[in-house]
């Protein structure tokens, strides 16, 4: 029996894994290809984490994008209140910037919650980032997500991006698709994960 600490107090791993504790199972990755979008069903795990691998769009200044569905992938238009806010640096040190993005943010909107603006397309140009989905099929409260990633600009600027808010909805989320707001997404990674 080994013992685990968070910092502050001491629990042998058989408290852990008598349910103080939780556990990642694998569930699914998808691989791009010149893809129009990537999609996945959501269960009932209390939450859902996501990671993405160098998502590269097909057309340069593509905003990578996110959006929810509640009828099992017929349309994706989920209510969504945002925030978004990013701190970048120039390669050539020219300039950088930590700002709040409220054309990036959402209230009330149903359209795709954009998890990086102006993505590069040069092949050496991807985003890399993760993201948590809480309580999907929850038919009681509201749905809350948060993200980060880090990106490429297409101006060859390193981005890192926040995002949280929530799908305003007490009906179940039972699907979530990744797009590029344009072109494809061309090459990269998603991997999903439940946490139970």
């Not at 939450?47 to 569905?69: C, L, R």
């Not at 993201?131 to 749905?143: A, D, E, I, L, R």
């Amino acid at each position: 029996m080994g013992l685990i600490s968070n910092g502050t107090t001491i629990f042998d791993n058989g408290s852990m894994s008598s349910g103080f504790g939780a556990d990642l199972k694998f569930i699914s990755k998808a691989t791009a290809s010149s893809s129009a979008s990537i999609e996945f069903s959501l269960g009932s795990y209390k939450e859902y984490k996501f990671y993405w691998v160098n998502p590269h769009p097909s057309v340069d200044g593509a905003f990578f994008q996110f959006n929810f569905s509640t009828d099992n992938g017929s349309t994706y238009s989920v209510a969504k209140t945002t925030t978004f806010f990013r701190a970048y640096h120039y390669e050539s040190d020219a300039a950088s910037v930590f700002d709040y993005r409220t054309s990036e943010d959402l209230a009330q909107g149903t359209g795709f919650q954009t998890i990086q603006d102006y993505l590069g397309a040069d092949n050496d140009q991807s985003c890399s980032g993760f993201m948590s989905v809480f309580n999907p099929s929850s038919t009681t409260y509201v749905k809350h997500y948060k993200l980060n990633n880090n990106g490429c600009f297409n101006n060859d600027i390193s981005i890192n991006i926040f995002s949280a808010g929530y799908a305003n909805t007490t009906s179940a989320l039972t699907n979530i698709k990744f797009q590029m707001s344009s072109g494809n997404i061309d090459a990269g990674e998603i991997l999903l994960f439940g946490v139970s």
